[in-house]
């Protein structure tokens, strides 16, 4: 995630097209959402875990 987010932020945004700029916008923020979906499901398998198998306390 750091690396597209450096590009976005290093770009000359004079010399991208604006619809060049929309995608690579619209791409960031799908692996941020690719993340934060991954990491609930993470989530929520742990807390699962922890209520089966008396495990410690996860936290949201």
């Given at each position: 995630m750091?690396?597209?987010?450096?590009?976005?932020i290093i770009?000359?945004?004079n010399a991208v097209h604006p619809v060049e700029?929309?995608?690579?916008?619209?791409?960031v923020?799908?692996?941020g959402v690719g993340y934060w979906i991954i990491w609930e499901r993470d989530t929520r398998v742990?807390?699962?875990?922890?209520r089966l198998?008396?495990?410690?306390?996860v936290s949201r």
């Amino acid at each position: 995630m750091a690396c597209p987010s450096r590009k976005f932020i290093i770009s000359d945004l004079n010399a991208v097209h604006p619809v060049e700029r929309m995608a690579f916008s619209v791409a960031v923020l799908m692996l941020g959402v690719g993340y934060w979906i991954i990491w609930e499901r993470d989530t929520r398998v742990a807390v699962r875990a922890a209520r089966l198998f008396g495990g410690p306390a996860v936290s949201r």
